[in-house]
């Protein structure tokens, strides 16, 4: 009730409206969740990659229930959703922390760059887990040159990442 009397207010809170969706996503109520993140990037692009990776969250949890619920064709389209929302966060996430990396500014200032380096800090593990359940859907559905493909671009992106030479490794044998 008090998010959606800060978004009443001041309709351009955009942490307010990423808030407001991270209580949702946490409640499980990921419709809900979406359209709150879905608003924070509509008006207000400085937390737009912070929503875009939630955004992600939201259709990564979607990919995996609806993969243990057998529907392996909604669990695909639902992680290459939440592909594409990491993808287009990346550089938006890059770009807020390069501009506000020069320091100065006060206390709000710094608390805004800690909150940033926390999502860069959280977008590697995130990105890797998505090409997980992404390629185990699709060796799921049998689609192993699709599995071998988001393995590849593991690698590619992660050369230093062990786990994700295993994974590219494991459907390869």
Not at 17 to 38: H, K
Not at 43 to 62: E, F, G, I
Request: hydrophobic share 40%; net charge negative.
């Amino acid at each position: 009730a008090m998010y959606a009397r800060a978004v009443e207010i001041e309709p351009g809170f955009g942490g307010a409206w990423v808030n407001w969706g991270t209580c949702l996503a946490e409640s499980g109520n990921m419709d809900d969740a979406e359209i709150m993140f879905l608003k924070a990037i509509e008006c207000c692009p400085d937390v737009a990659p912070k929503a875009m990776m939630n955004l992600a969250l939201v259709h990564q949890t979607r990919a995996n229930q609806l993969a243990m619920g057998g529907d392996l064709p909604a669990a695909r389209d639902a992680i290459g959703q939440a592909s594409k929302y990491l993808d287009d966060a990346k550089p938006l996430l890059d770009e807020r922390l390069a501009s506000m990396s020069g320091g100065g500014g006060g206390p709000g200032e710094k608390d805004a760059i800690r909150d940033l380096q926390s999502y860069a800090a959280k977008f590697r593990p995130l990105r890797l887990n998505v090409h997980k359940l992404a390629g185990q859907v699709f060796a799921g559905m049998r689609d192993f040159d699709s599995c071998i493909t988001e393995f590849r671009r593991a690698t590619e992106s992660y050369p230093e990442e062990p786990g994700a030479w295993e994974m590219l490794a494991r459907v390869l044998e």
